[in-house]
């Protein structure tokens, strides 16, 4: 069985997919930017076969080097970055090479928030009200009929880029400026972001779920430049292992991780945002193998080489990401924090810069089986200094 990684160096941890499933006896080969000399050690041991192709975006170049590939190795599998960024890269290389899952024309379902609230209904949740703008009109219309707050971002697109939320009609003045058609329009909910994430095999089952609960929203982190934190949770939500595998069965996926975002109201309603079909950003996934003590790297291999999946063990930890900023002033230093951390940390490290606005500029990895200790020991890490 052979299995085509796209950009396997990046993000850093997720060579281990590669890793795991040549372990398995599979053979990983890759394509990528950079050339081979240039990956780290751990990418090129990962690999049996690589082409760097200078640029990604050469897709002509891409597709060229995955044909060479498929006819060098017999044949090519499956195709994954695990990267929202080249989603639409692998679909096209899965069309060429005809291999299974998600082709051209299953990515608007995949990508545009606004064609999502389809598949919402489909599993029997009702959508938070929201339409597509394609002139300024459109914007006045939605907000005669339902008020102030909401919330504008694009209809295609990942992260908090561009994202506006309009409480007053000095807010609408200014966010008339800078419409460009395509923006969703939605009735803001006041909340708190939780998701429902997981891995399905090739026949659909999951064979892991967990949930994320976010201190703030990550649109306000990059707008306001504020720092976050976030956890897993040790125990799903019930209404989100209810809702959960609605959503999965609706959209019918097989062989991939997914990301769902829902934001709960101060009522205790859960409201469906977006789907992602990828694994949730770095280093997510090491959050939850150290709350579950698992190897998801390890499991996903398993999976795509059509084994059985083990039981997942319950998660025995609340693990939290507890990010800070540079230009933030905190109360405790770097050496105060990894001293009182110490008992409970798994590492510290300066943040990826492409991933700053919604991250921090450095992170600290924790895991506690309390609740309660988790939540003070990342709100004494993200202390505000006062005068």
């Avoid at 679909?91 to 609230?117: H, I, N, W, Y």
């Avoid at 909401?150 to 506006?164: F, R």
């Avoid at 707008?223 to 999965?248: C, K, M, S, W």
């Avoid at 097989?254 to 992602?276: A, K, T």
Wanted: charged fraction near 20%.
């Amino acid at each position: 069985m052979v299995w085509l990684f796209l950009s396997p160096e990046f993000p850093p941890n997720y060579h281990l997919f590669a890793w795991h499933f040549q372990r398995l006896g599979g053979t990983s080969v890759g394509i990528g930017g950079a050339a081979f000399s240039e990956l780290p050690p751990a990418v090129q041991q990962s690999l049996s076969r690589y082409v760097g192709v200078g640029d990604l975006h050469q897709s002509a170049a891409v597709e060229a080097a995955a044909r060479a590939l498929a006819h060098e190795v017999g044949g090519v599998d499956g195709i994954d970055s695990f990267n929202e960024y080249w989603l639409s890269l692998e679909a096209q290389l899965r069309e060429v090479l005809g291999v299974p899952g998600p082709r051209p024309k299953d990515l608007p379902d995949f990508q545009q928030k606004s064609r999502m609230k389809a598949y919402f209904e489909r599993a029997g949740i009702e959508p938070i009200p929201g339409r597509v703008a394609q002139d300024f009109a459109e914007v006045e219309a939605f907000v005669a009929q339902y008020g102030l707050p909401l919330i504008a971002k694009p209809d295609k697109g990942v992260g908090a880029g561009s994202t506006y939320k309009i409480a007053s009609e000095k807010d609408l003045k200014l966010f008339q400026t800078s419409f460009r058609p395509g923006y969703l329009l939605e009735k803001f909910i006041t909340g708190t972001i939780q998701t429902y994430d997981g891995l399905v095999d090739r026949e659909g089952r999951i064979v892991f779920a967990a949930s994320l609960e976010y201190s703030r929203g990550v649109a306000e982190v990059v707008n306001e430049d504020t720092d976050i934190f976030y956890f897993v949770h040790r125990e799903i939500p019930a209404d989100l292992a209810e809702i959960g595998p609605r959503i999965v069965q609706a959209y019918g996926l097989r062989m991939r991780f997914f990301h769902f975002e829902f934001i709960r109201s101060s009522e205790g309603r859960l409201y469906p945002l977006e789907v992602n079909m990828r694994p949730p950003g770095y280093p997510t996934l090491d959050l939850f193998n150290f709350a579950h003590d698992i190897d998801l790297y390890h499991l996903w291999a398993v999976c795509a080489h059509g084994h059985p999946a083990p039981p997942v063990p319950s998660a025995a930890y609340y693990a939290c990401y507890i990010a800070r900023k540079k230009h933030i002033g905190y109360e405790h230093s770097h050496e105060a924090v990894m001293r009182r951390l110490e008992p409970y940390l798994l590492y510290h490290s300066p943040t990826n810069p492409l991933f700053r606005a919604a991250m921090g500029d450095e992170h600290y990895i924790i895991r506690t089986p309390d609740f309660s200790q988790m939540v003070e020991l990342a709100t004494w890490t993200q202390k505000r200094l006062t005068l």
